[in-house]
C-alpha cells in the first residue's frame, strides 16, 4: 500500500512538471483606445507604450508576444477566462482588483486630473461640483473616485473608451472629464480643439482609489509568469530598454517614485 501511495505521489509530481508551463509564448490583452498608451492604427494594427512594453518584457524573457485586442470593460473577465495571459493596459494596482488578479510590480504611474473646458466656471469642490455632468472611462479607478466621493452630487457618465468621453465633451455634453494626466494631455488637449480645455483642479494620487501605480495584471494561479514580468521589469528598467521606449512617447520620466 505504501509503495502505490508513493507511486502515486511520484506519478502526480512529474505529471505537474510536464504541464508546467514555460511561457515562451505570452498573450497580452491590450486595448487600442487609450492613446498614447495604445490606439488602433489605420492599418488597425494597436501602437503605444503599452505595446512597446509588452514587446520589450517579452523580449528580456525571450518568449513570443501574442497581442489580443480587448474593449477595456471587459480586460479582467476576458484574463479569467484564459482569452489571454496578462493584461497591460494601463492598469491600476488597486485592493479591489487584487482580490480578483494578481499584479507584477509596477511599470509606471501617473495622477489623475480634471479637465473642463476654458471659460468654464466649474471648480473642484461640492457646491460648484452639484448638478455637473462628469464623463470617466467605465470600470475604470476614475469611475470609482467618482463614485465614491461624489455619488448623488455629480451625475457620472460612464463610456467604454476614452475616445467616446472626448466626443462628448466636444459635443457639450459633459462639464469635465476625469482621467489619467498623460492621455488627456497628449490624448486630448494636443489633438486639435484641445486648445480649448484646460485641466483644473490637484493632481489626484490617493492610492486608496489610483492604487500602486500600474501594473501587469496575471490570473493568481501564474504566479511563474508574474515572477518572470517582474524579472523583465527590473531588467528593461536597468539595461535601457525602458528609457528608450519611454523617450519615444514622453519627455519626462513617467515610472514615478
Not at 505504501?2 to 504541464?19: G, Y
Not at 482588483?97 to 507584477?104: A, E, L, M, Q
Not at 510590480?105 to 455637473?132: C, M, Q, W
Amino acid at each position: 500500500m505504501k509503495r502505490l501511495a508513493l507511486a502515486f505521489v511520484v506519478s502526480a509530481v512529474a505529471s505537474t512538471a510536464a504541464v508546467a508551463k514555460d511561457w515562451k509564448t505570452v498573450r497580452f490583452g491590450v486595448e487600442g483606445a487609450f492613446p498614447p498608451f495604445s490606439e488602433t492604427a489605420p492599418d488597425g494594427s494597436i501602437v503605444g507604450f503599452d505595446i512597446d512594453m509588452a514587446n520589450a518584457l517579452c523580449a528580456a524573457m525571450k518568449a513570443k508576444c501574442v497581442l489580443v485586442p480587448q474593449d477595456w470593460d471587459g480586460m479582467i473577465p476576458a484574463l479569467m477566462a484564459r482569452k489571454y495571459d496578462a493584461i497591460i493596459a494601463s492598469m491600476s494596482i488597486t485592493e479591489e482588483r487584487k482580490r480578483k488578479v494578481d499584479f507584477t510590480n509596477k511599470y509606471y504611474h501617473t495622477p489623475a486630473r480634471f479637465l473642463r473646458k476654458k471659460g468654464s466656471d466649474v471648480e473642484i469642490n461640492e457646491d460648484s461640483l452639484k448638478g455637473k455632468t462628469i464623463g470617466v472611462l467605465r470600470s475604470s479607478t476614475f469611475d470609482s473616485y467618482i463614485s465614491d466621493k461624489y455619488q448623488g452630487l455629480v451625475n457620472i457618465k460612464r463610456y467604454s473608451t476614452q475616445d467616446e468621453v472626448y466626443l462628448d465633451m466636444k459635443a457639450g455634453r459633459l462639464d469635465l472629464i476625469l482621467g489619467d494626466s498623460i492621455p488627456l494631455q497628449d490624448g486630448f488637449l494636443k489633438k486639435a480643439g484641445g486648445d480649448k480645455y484646460e485641466f483644473i483642479g490637484p493632481k489626484i494620487t490617493n492610492k486608496k482609489w489610483f492604487g500602486e501605480g500600474m501594473g501587469v495584471a496575471v490570473r493568481k494561479r501564474d504566479k511563474g509568469l508574474k515572477d518572470k514580468l517582474n524579472a523583465a521589469i527590473e531588467k528593461i528598467r536597468k539595461d535601457g530598454t525602458y528609457d528608450k521606449v519611454q523617450k519615444k512617447y514622453f519627455d519626462f520620466d513617467i515610472y514615478g517614485d
